[in-house]
């Protein structure tokens, strides 16, 4: 049984920085696509980062320069260190896998899920 549960999240102020990490079970991160996405309040779920076999990383535009990922792959963690963050950051964060070596910037690509953590960056 696959499971993802993310840690960290909370309110920080505009410019600040958060880290958000996911925890993975019953499911190889290595090889594998695993990804980082948010939902805003009245807004479809977005990809900020996803990470596919060799590592290879994309980033949503929007938080480009300013996140960034890693995979752990001897802890089966994948950690997104936000720095800069804006009052339009502010999202339920999600972790997410799919068992492919392929990425996708669907978030209907993705069956499993974290039950996510809430960011919030105030002005």
């Known amino acids: 049984q696959v499971q993802l549960v993310e840690s960290g999240g909370g309110s920080v102020q505009t410019g600040g920085s958060q880290r958000l990490s996911c925890a993975a079970s019953?499911?190889?991160?290595?090889?594998?696509?695993i990804a980082w996405l948010r939902q805003a309040a009245g807004k479809e779920r977005e990809v900020v980062a996803n990470?596919?076999?060799?590592?290879?990383?994309v980033y949503g535009n929007h938080v480009q320069g300013r996140f960034t990922i890693h995979k752990d792959d001897a802890k089966n963690t994948l950690d997104l260190q936000m720095n800069s963050l804006k009052p339009e950051d502010t999202a339920m964060y999600f972790c997410?896998?799919?068992?492919?070596?392929?990425?996708?910037?669907?978030?209907?690509?993705?069956?499993?899920w974290g039950q996510g953590t809430q960011v919030t960056v105030s002005s």
């Open positions: 997410a896998a799919v068992m492919s070596t392929a990425c996708s910037v669907d978030s209907a690509w993705y069956p499993y």
């Open positions: 019953g499911f190889t991160a290595s090889g594998n696509c």
């Open positions: 990470i596919s076999r060799f590592d290879r990383i």
